[in-house]
Nanobody
Framework: QVQLVESGGGLVQAGGSLRLSCVASGRTGVSNTMAWFRQAPGKEREFVSAITWSNDDTDYADAVKGRFTISRDNAKNTVYLQMNSLKPEDTAVYYC?????????????????WGQGTQGTVSS
């Protein structure tokens, strides 16, 4: 089993920044891919960003390209999401996810484990 615990959410004004963290524990595997998804009220969960174990492949949703940066520290089993130039439409619960293997996917169905989520709210 794998446990994922997110932190770093909060309330920020438009144009501000938040940095989310997700710590993985348990059987995280020799290599894995970690990702961030989000779900806004009344909307379906959507892909935000993903990163492979070796940091050699990252993907971003078009809506966040140029504003969000994903990174990871394998020694700490932690993935980060730096969110800059935030917009009210970025308001959502942000979920961390993990899958075994070194391929990023946009589909949440490809990920094996999920965290409980952290709320990020951007006021206008």
């Amino acid at each position: 089993q794998v446990q994922l615990v997110e932190s770093g959410g909060g309330l920020v004004q438009a144009g501000g920044s938040l940095r989310l963290s997700c710590v993985a524990s348990g059987r995280t595997g020799v290599s894995n891919t970690m990702a961030w998804f989000r779900q806004a009220p009344g909307k379906e969960r959507e892909f935000v960003s993903a990163i492979t174990w070796s940091n050699d492949d990252t993907d971003y949703a078009d809506a966040v390209k140029g504003r969000f940066t994903i990174s990871r520290d394998n020694a700490k089993n932690t993935v980060y999401l730096q969110m800059n130039s935030l917009k009210p439409e970025d308001t959502a619960v942000y979920y961390c996810a993990l899958r075994y293997g070194s391929t990023t996917y946009f589909s949440g169905q490809r990920y094996d484990y999920w965290g409980q989520g952290t709320q990020g709210t951007v006021s206008s």
